[in-house]
């Protein structure tokens, strides 16, 4: 990079030591961003990239709760308020052990530009806990939750940050912390939480949006060439939320996915997932994908290994952040990969995606493809506030819309920056444009 990104980039380093996922997010951004950063005297002479990397505010706090056993345990909790010149701080929370601060602020700071790109008015934000919901009680979710929630209610509202679901925390972590919230504020201000069950202030197609807008993002990639996913193979990783809906979308659309995946290891099943069997082991049962693969006849479960060398068309990692290195996009170009959308938050490492470029492969970068979850949290918060519940279609057809807009914000923000067919430059690009030209309008805070 240039010397004066390089200085800037450094300063981040010595401000955020032992953050590797932030400062990966932070140089992503910045080195694909450089030729705009540089052309922009007026973004240079704001320090618009300096007080973009900082967050407005960072919060951290002790979640003190117990177990069935009656013994106390400690959990850290965490709050990053990233960018709220668009709007209220918008992002979920995710509840696994391996959250730290740095995961959180890589995710909020990728956050501010996914939002942007949706055109809709939400800043950026990131939230959780190295609290792991695997192996609890439902009774000890709810007080970890409640527990959670006691300090986080300081620092969010409608107005204000408002918070949602992400790894860990689905729709029954959502209802305890609304109803915790509830109690502490002693009002119904709905607009407060995004996620929530439809019979209370719920969105119709929120629990899909994020799969759903993933695979329609992918068809309007596929749709430049001509193609779509119709008839095509497609490996996943991941078997939750995400993964879910991806594939059930990718099927709906004539396409198939071959493989999910967990921690544990991964499942190939070359008939296609079964969306109600994996739903019935994940959603019902929180179950494991082992025990899809057991009662499944021809799926495998490969203990401990990844799903990237499985051949087929499609690759959406919809797990976690650096799931894919650049050994996986090798194999993934040798088996006959044409395309890697992310569904997870910055699932391929830096390596994986020079790779992915240098092989000519479609990449699109998580903020602008998997942005369809926080869109429709945005819808579901229009709702809270005019108090309507829209049907369904009407939801999935303003995310169809959103994700079309996105699709040709990416292409035309890169074809003007001599990128053209760069999905991560113009991704990049657009959200960043959007919110560095509001925070010039906005002043130096
Ligand atoms: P879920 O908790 O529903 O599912 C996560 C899945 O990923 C599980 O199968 C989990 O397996 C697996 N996984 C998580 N961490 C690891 C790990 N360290 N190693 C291997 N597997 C892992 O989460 P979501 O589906 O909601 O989120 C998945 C990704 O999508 C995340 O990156 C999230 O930030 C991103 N995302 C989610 C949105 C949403 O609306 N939910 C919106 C935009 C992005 P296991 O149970 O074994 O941990």
Redesign the pocket.
């Known amino acids: 990079m240039d010397a004066r990104l390089e200085a800037v980039y450094e300063e981040a380093l010595k401000r955020n030591p032992t953050q590797p996922e932030f400062q990966q997010a932070v140089r992503e951004v910045m080195e694909s961003l450089e030729p705009l950063l540089l052309s922009r005297r007026d973004y240079q002479d704001s320090a618009i990239l300096e007080r973009i990397i900082e967050p407005e505010r960072q919060i951290m706090f002790r979640v003190a709760w117990q177990d069935d056993d009656n013994k106390v345990r400690v959990n850290r909790g965490y709050r990053i308020q990233f960018n709220s010149t668009l709007g209220p701080y918008k992002g979920?929370l995710?509840f696994?052990p391996?959250v730290t601060l740095s995961v959180i602020k890589f995710?909020g700071f990728e956050q501010i530009f996914k939002n942007a790109l949706t055109g809709q008015g939400i800043g950026g934000g990131k939230g959780g806990s190295d609290f792991d919901p695997?192996g609890k009680s439902d009774d000890e979710v709810m007080r970890f939750c409640q527990a959670f929630m006691m300090e986080l209610s300081r620092h969010i509202g409608a107005d204000v940050d408002v918070p949602a679901?992400?790894?860990?925390v689905?729709a029954r972590e959502i209802g305890y912390l609304f109803g915790q919230y509830k109690r502490i504020a002693n009002r119904n201000e709905a607009g407060v939480l995004t996620g929530k069950a439809v019979g209370w202030g719920g969105s119709l197609g929120r629990t899909e949006?994020?799969g759903y807008g993933l695979v329609m993002f992918a068809n309007n990639m596929l749709a430049e060439r001509g193609d779509s996913v119709e008839g095509k193979t497609a490996i996943v990783s991941?078997?939750?939320?995400?993964?879910t809906y991806a594939i059930e979308k990718l099927h709906q659309l004539g396409g198939k996915a071959v493989s999910i995946?967990?921690?544990?290891g991964s499942v190939y099943d070359p008939d296609g997932i079964d969306v109600d069997l994996l739903k019935l082991i994940k959603e019902v049962r929180r179950g494991r994908v082992a025990e899809y693969a057991a009662v499944r006849p021809n799926a495998e479960f490969r203990a401990g290994q990844k799903v990237w060398e499985i051949p087929a068309d499609l690759a959406l990692p919809?797990?976690?952040?650096n799931?894919v290195d650049a050994n996986d996009v090798r194999a993934m170009h040798h088996h006959g990969i044409e395309l890697v959308a992310e569904?997870?938050?910055m699932?391929l490492t830096p390596g994986a995606i020079e790779v992915a470029e240098n092989s000519k492969m479609l990449f699109a970068p998580?903020k602008a493809a998997?942005a369809g979850?926080?869109a429709t949290s945005a819808l579901e918060m229009q709702q809270n506030a005019s108090l309507q519940a829209w049907p369904a279609d009407v939801v999935e057809e303003k995310l169809e819309g959103i994700m079309e807009d996105i699709h040709s914000t990416c292409l035309t923000t890169a074809e003007e920056l001599d990128a053209p067919g760069n999905y991560m430059v113009g991704a990049n690009a657009a959200g960043f444009m959007k919110v560095a030209d509001a925070m010039i309008q906005q002043g130096v805070v």
């Open positions: 979920g995710r696994h391996s995710l695997h679901g992400d790894i860990g689905g949006a994020t991941g078997s939750g939320n995400v993964a995946s967990d921690s544990g919809c797990a976690t952040q799931e569904g997870a938050n699932p998580g998997n979850g926080v």
